[in-house]
């Protein structure tokens, strides 16, 4: 398997760290948007080519991606277009999480170091589940979104696509956070968060709405 991380940043080091603690090969490379960085290493891995050759990677001879990118609609953005060229998108699990077997995982998936995930979970497409966090049981994350470090989902929990759940925050059971919605980091949810709004506090409280995820423009940049 001949594997690509689209990302060389913070969050593509921590992809790369979990493909090497968990004894997978190494990626053949990184992609980077920013060209100042071709023909770089990134910790011993080179940056092989510029985002704008994703079309090219299959002639090459790369068939799998993972796309290492924090900003949860980038991310699902590249995703796309990984798939519409014919790559394949794997998973990174470090070793040291805990995954349920009843646990249902999409692609292009990155569960940290420490991150629970238990019984009868649905994880979709493209989610972070950051080092620490909790997924309780029969919870739902939706595509593209992001839980942060240590942050809690209790039982029956359903995060919608793209949302962010910041570092340190708790939800308690049976909430629906909504789409593209952000919990800032240590708010303790006690209700339903509306799609698109910030909520942020103990108890969480709104503050602001935001404008709805924009669709995937043809090209994208990490």
Same mark, same amino acid.
Request: proline share 4%; hydrophobic share 50%.
């Given at each position: 398997?001949?594997?690509?991380?689209?990302?060389?940043?913070?969050?593509? +080091?921590?992809?790369? &760290?979990?493909?090497?603690?968990?004894?997978?090969?190494? %990626?053949?490379?990184?992609?980077?948007?920013? %060209? &100042?960085?071709?023909?770089?290493?990134?910790?011993?891995?080179?940056?092989?080519?510029?985002?704008?050759?994703?079309?090219? #990677?299959?002639?090459? !001879?790369?068939?799998?991606?993972?796309?290492?990118?924090?900003?949860?609609?980038? +991310?699902?953005?590249?995703?796309?277009? #990984?798939?519409?060229?014919?790559?394949?998108?794997?998973?990174?699990?470090? %070793?040291?999480?805990? =995954?349920? &077997?009843?646990?249902?995982? !999409?692609?292009?998936?990155?569960?940290?170091?420490?991150?629970?995930?238990?019984?009868?979970?649905?994880?979709?497409?493209?989610?972070?589940?950051?080092?620490?966090?909790?997924?309780?049981?029969?919870?739902?994350?939706?595509?593209?979104?992001?839980?942060?470090?240590?942050? +809690?989902?209790?039982?029956?929990?359903?995060?919608? &696509?793209?949302?962010?759940?910041?570092?340190?925050?708790?939800?308690?059971?049976?909430?629906?956070?909504?789409?593209?919605?952000?919990?800032?980091?240590?708010?303790?949810?006690?209700?339903?968060?509306?799609?698109?709004?910030? =909520?942020?506090?103990?108890?969480?409280?709104?503050? +602001?709405?935001?404008?709805?995820?924009?669709?995937?423009?043809?090209?994208?940049?990490?």
């Amino acid at each position: 398997m001949q594997t690509v991380i689209i990302g060389a940043g913070g969050h593509g +080091r921590v992809v790369l &760290d979990i493909f090497r603690q968990a004894h997978q090969a190494d %990626p053949v490379g990184f992609i980077d948007a920013n %060209p &100042d960085l071709l023909g770089t290493r990134v910790d011993g891995v080179e940056v092989i080519a510029p985002a704008a050759a994703i079309g090219s #990677l299959a002639a090459r !001879g790369v068939d799998s991606a993972i796309v290492a990118i924090g900003d949860n609609s980038t +991310r699902n953005m590249y995703a796309q277009t #990984l798939r519409a060229h014919g790559l394949r998108l794997v998973n990174a699990i470090h %070793p040291k999480s805990n =995954v349920a &077997d009843t646990a249902l995982l !999409g692609q292009n998936v990155v569960i940290a170091a420490g991150a629970m995930v238990c019984a009868h979970c649905r994880i979709a497409d493209s989610v972070i589940l950051n080092t620490g966090c909790i997924v309780d049981h029969e919870s739902t994350v939706g595509r593209a979104a992001h839980i942060c470090p240590g942050a +809690r989902l209790a039982g029956r929990v359903t995060v919608d &696509d793209f949302a962010f759940v910041g570092i340190g925050a708790t939800i308690i059971q049976c909430l629906t956070i909504g789409r593209a919605s952000v919990v800032g980091a240590g708010a303790v949810v006690l209700q339903d968060v509306e799609p698109f709004t910030t =909520v942020v506090g103990v108890p969480a409280r709104a503050i +602001r709405e935001s404008a709805p995820v924009a669709a995937a423009p043809a090209a994208v940049a990490v």
